[in-house]
């Protein structure tokens, strides 16, 4: 592609992606759906202004690594230690009963395949999509509904966080069954030794980080330092042991989150995301879905898809809840505080792509998914707060 033809690619997507995502923002939807319907319009679906390709690709995998190192930066250690038990058994069971929703899904629409054939993984990670909750959109209605500090609240923080990082380790073991040569144990092991080499590297890399943050706060080394280790991390990750690459720059987010700079590091980061790559990745999302190659069965697919995303946050994570002791009430509002789906799951479904264990006809479900969650559940937060009000609210 020529150079000239580039720079015109992405002057269009930057203007669409703001000025989609501008409306969305304005009618109280994600700003990333806009974005998303960004890339619907300027592609083939409808104008054709854009078209896939190899540099965009590139650009939309340096964006979901940037977004993935971001979160990690996102990831409060102290509160994962002291979430207890409650928060981690809601987070399990939060990802186990989409993971096995989203596969009896698939399998229900295609075939039941037997476990091991290429099949029956495309179905265990159309599950593995459903398992990401993004509760940036539940954090504003709390807010707004001044419960943020609350028990449920803190509850559901807490559980989204180990959410997260159980849904990537699932994501990580379920892209590496893509290789018709490796076994599950093989792939566990990889996996484990991982996490191992993550931990031992991450403990010296972070002492490092903290006497260089110490000599020189607030410089602008700290984050370029921290952008090398993602990209360093998420080769490591990929390159020796068949890791998901996205795995590795949020190891990498985790390992500087304690860091008295990460929010630094977090914002300058976020100011390379907003401007160029977080466009292009969530665009690209856009692009890569046509809508005229739409047809009844995928349509039908979509509309079970988002209910059962919706249901199996809602049953999973409220049954528990009731179940380890919470009232109906509160037991609901963490059902629903968990079942809104943002950027996470369309990086999974991104991953699944480049991976090919999706077809790109299946972002729709995965989109309708997303605007769907992050409207009903504000709606149904605030009923349910009016209906069971909150007794208990931890003080800040």
């Excluded at 968990?338 to 991976?355: K, N, P, S, Y």
Aim: hydrophobic share 55%; charged share 15%.
């Amino acid at each position: 592609m020529e150079t000239i033809e580039i720079l015109r690619q992405l002057a269009v997507i930057v203007i669409a992606a703001k000025l989609f995502g501008l409306v969305a923002r304005k009618i109280h939807a994600p700003q990333v759906a806009g974005e998303i319907i960004a890339g619907l319009v300027i592609g083939p679906s409808l104008c054709g202004f854009v078209m896939p390709s190899d540099f965009l690709s590139g650009m939309a995998e340096i964006g979901v690594i940037m977004l993935m190192f971001s979160a990690g930066l996102g990831t409060d250690l102290k509160e994962l230690k002291e979430t207890g038990v409650k928060a981690t058994v809601i987070a399990c069971v939060g990802v186990f009963v989409p993971l096995i929703g989203g596969t009896i899904l698939y399998m229900c629409f295609y075939g039941f395949a037997p476990a091991g054939s290429e099949e029956f993984y495309k179905a265990l990670f159309i599950g593995t999509i459903l398992t990401a909750t993004s509760v940036s959109i539940t954090v504003e209605a709390l807010k707004e509904l001044g419960v943020l500090s609350g028990t449920i609240g803190t509850t559901i923080m807490s559980a989204a966080i180990i959410d997260d990082v159980i849904g990537i380790i699932v994501l990580t073991v379920v892209i590496s069954f893509k290789d018709p040569d490796a076994d599950i144990i093989s792939v566990i092991l990889h996996t484990v030794l991982f996490f191992v080499f993550a931990v031992g590297v991450g403990i010296i890399i972070y002492h490092v980080f903290k006497i260089i943050d110490k000599r020189y706060p607030h410089t602008r080394r700290i984050p370029i330092m921290g952008m090398a280790l993602a990209f360093v991390m998420a080769y490591v990750a990929d390159r020796y042991f068949s890791v998901a690459d996205i795995t590795g720059a949020y190891i990498a987010g985790v390992i500087l989150s304690s860091l008295d700079d990460s929010s630094y590091i977090s914002r300058k980061m976020d100011v390379n995301s907003y401007m160029l790559f977080g466009p292009v990745f969530f665009c690209s999302i856009g692009l890569q879905t046509n809508v005229r190659t739409l047809d009844t069965t995928i349509i039908l697919f979509s509309l079970g898809f988002v209910v059962v995303g919706l249901l199996s946050k809602v049953i999973g994570c409220g049954g528990i809840s009731k179940i380890m002791g919470y009232s109906w009430g509160d037991s609901a509002k963490i059902g629903v505080g968990m079942m809104t789906r943002g950027e996470v799951a369309l990086i999974v479904a991104q991953r699944g792509l480049a991976a090919g264990m999706m077809g790109e006809s299946y972002f729709t479900a995965v989109i309708l998914l997303i605007i769907v969650s992050s409207i009903l559940t504000p709606v149904m937060l605030k009923f349910l707060y009016d209906v069971f009000p909150e007794q208990h609210v931890i003080s800040e």
